[in-house]
């Protein structure tokens, strides 16, 4: 059966069709594009990062990562995980030879398993931090009650819890003018924008769809980039204006890479995919937030 698309000219040819890169992973997640457009993604299930290069390379990144899931990248090229082997944030050096722990816990208590994470203007960290019980934890049970949104402001270890009003919170993603905050809720299958304050302050909670997604991504259009069966693709005002089809069993996350910051680079299950866009991913660490 041909691959299934459909959305607005204006965001991709009707006739593009996902491009597959590679096969040969376990479970593909995480996809962070630095200033180059170079896009690195982790097989969590093997602890490694790979590298997916401007020039169609693929290479091998890091293989001791701490199980990293989500990741992102800073202002300074270092590249920031999820590292839920031991439910910390790392901070990666753009060599992938070093790597620092940003934040250990909260409160003296492990977190569930931080997931996802985008970086605000000011350098801060918002994370998500649901509780998937993992093969290669000792612990079977949390030590904090709920799964919550944190942030860690610039320069601090210890993070600020908030949001704990979602059931399963998953992907998150910013504006890039630092004015709003996605999150999607995988346990309640909803997705829900906040307004961003000081400090990392979440109001105004919206509903912004009905549909939950893994991970998420942004355009500079404003347009919101869902995970899950394919990519869904809402306008800002909450409206499906398109849908890409991934012939996969999961489609996990996604982020814009490239030289000119117009390919979809789609982590889905075992293989990773690209799709060419006609826009760009929104433009990061943007924000002047005081």
């Known amino acids: 059966m041909d691959t299934i698309t459909h959305g607005p000219a204006n965001l991709f040819d009707p006739q593009t069709k996902p491009q597959l890169v590679s096969k040969q992973f376990a479970f593909t997640e995480g996809p962070a594009a630095n200033t180059h ?4 993604f ?5 602890n490694s990062i790979w590298k997916y ?3 169609g390379k693929l290479t091998l990144f890091s ?3 701490g199980r990293s899931n989500g990741m992102y990248f800073d202002k300074h090229g270092n590249l920031l995980t999820c590292a839920d082997e031991q439910n910390q944030i790392w901070s990666i050096a753009a060599d992938g030879t070093k790597y620092k722990v940003l934040i250990n816990d909260y409160n003296g208590h492990k977190f569930n398993g931080p997931n996802d994470l985008w970086v605000d203007g000011r350098g801060g960290i918002f994370f ?3 509780y998937y019980q993992r093969d290669y934890w000792t612990r079977k049970h949390p030590e904090i009650d709920g799964e919550k949104v944190y942030y860690l402001p610039p320069g601090q270890t210890q993070a600020i819890m908030v949001s704990d009003k979602l059931k399963k919170p998953n992907g998150i993603a910013g504006t890039s003018d630092g004015k709003y905050l996605y999150v999607a809720d995988i346990g309640g299958d909803k997705t829900y924008r906040f307004t961003i304050g000081a400090n990392g302050a979440l109001t105004e909670q919206q509903l912004f769809t009905a549909q939950g997604s893994d991970g998420m991504t942004l355009d500079d259009e404003g347009n919101v980039y869902l995970t899950g069966k394919g990519v869904s693709i809402f306008n800002p005002k ?8 991934i012939a996969e069993p999961w489609t996990a996350n996604l982020c814009f890479g490239g030289k000119n910051r117009d390919v979809l680079f789609i982590t889905a299950s075992k293989a990773v995919y690209t799709f060419q866009m006609k826009v ?3 433009s990061k660490n943007a924000s002047k937030q005081k």
């Not at 909450?238 to 089809?245: D, P, R």
């Open 37 to 40: 457009g170079d896009v690195f």
């Open 42 to 46: 982790t097989d969590q299930p093997n």
């Open 53 to 55: 290069a401007t020039d």
């Open 63 to 65: 293989n001791h990562t």
């Open 128 to 130: 998500t931090d649901p």
């Open 238 to 245: 909450g409206e499906k204006v398109g849908w890409i089809e």
């Open 280 to 282: 760009k991913g929104a």
